[in-house]
T-cell receptor, first 111, second 118 residues
Framework: GESVGLHLPTLSVQEGDNSIINCAYS??????FIWYKQESGKGPQFIID?????DKRQGQRVTVLLNKTVKHLSLQIAATQPGDSAVYFC??????????FGKGTRLHILP | GAVVSQHPSWVICKSGTSVKIECRSL??????MFWYRQFPKQSLMLMAT?????????EQGVEKDKFLINHASLTLSTLTVTSAHPEDSSFYIC??????????????FGPGTRLTVL
């Protein structure tokens, strides 16, 4: 079964506010996590990744936090913009490079 | 760089026919390609792993005789859905890996192919 899942299926955020998307995983041996953005009718787009030896990683407007104690992952998007509307997936990559995707959260941006 | 394309982007076929979907790495050689299937409002599910020059390995529950995978070169993998039925209608997505390291190689995803079986 899936080892990666999401807490919320949809999230509505006011434009300009920060968005936080959460994800839980079950395999304590998981070592490498990735966040993807998928727009309607398109393939997933890499956003940011994090290894298990880190608890935080920052990119442009995005931050990923990893809490290994409670097996929780989050993606923070600063100053959410209309172009951030999409489905966001957390994913786990195994050592054989197989990627297991979580259920996904749809992010709605309110004007 | 690291662009992956898929062809066709969408296809409609009659039940019982076979459909071939191509996945190409345009500017790099991919030792490994992966095929995923995504039903509406669901997540991506890995179907199979395709290695150049060898047989594909399929995930549990995926019929290898129905979903034929050929990885004839380092830049091309094909997925053929044989004897397609309406329940095979889905969004098929491939990814390609450079495979430089022994593990955790970055993957680049294609834009997907929408298959509709009538």
């Amino acid at each position: 079964g899936e080892s990666v899942g999401l807490h919320l299926p949809t999230l509505s955020v006011q434009e300009g506010d920060n968005s936080i998307i959460n994800c839980a995983y079950s395999n304590s041996a998981s070592d490498y996590f990735i966040w993807y953005k998928q727009e309607s009718g398109k393939g997933p787009q890499f956003i940011i990744d994090i290894r298990s030896n880190m608890d935080k990683r920052q990119g442009q407007r995005v931050t990923v936090l990893l809490n290994k104690t409670v097996k929780h992952l989050s993606l923070q998007i600063a100053a959410t913009q209309p172009g951030d509307s999409a489905v966001y997936f957390c994913a786990e990559m195994a050592r054989d490079d197989k990627i297991i995707f979580g259920k996904g959260t749809r992010l709605h941006i309110l004007p | 760089g690291a662009v992956v394309s898929q062809h066709p982007s969408w296809v409609i076929c009659k039940s019982g026919t076979s459909v071939k979907i191509e996945c190409r790495s345009l500017d790099f050689q991919a030792t490994t390609m992966f095929w995923y299937r995504q039903f509406p409002k669901q997540s991506l599910m890995l179907m199979a792993t395709s290695n150049e020059g060898s047989k594909a390995t399929y995930e549990q529950g995926v019929e290898k005789d129905k979903f034929l995978i050929n990885h004839a070169s380092l830049t091309l993998s094909t997925l053929t859905v044989t004897s397609a039925h309406p329940e095979d209608s889905s969004f098929y997505i491939c990814s390609a890996s450079l495979g430089r390291s022994s593990s955790y190689n970055e993957q680049f995803f294609g834009p997907g192919t929408r298959l509709t079986v009538l």
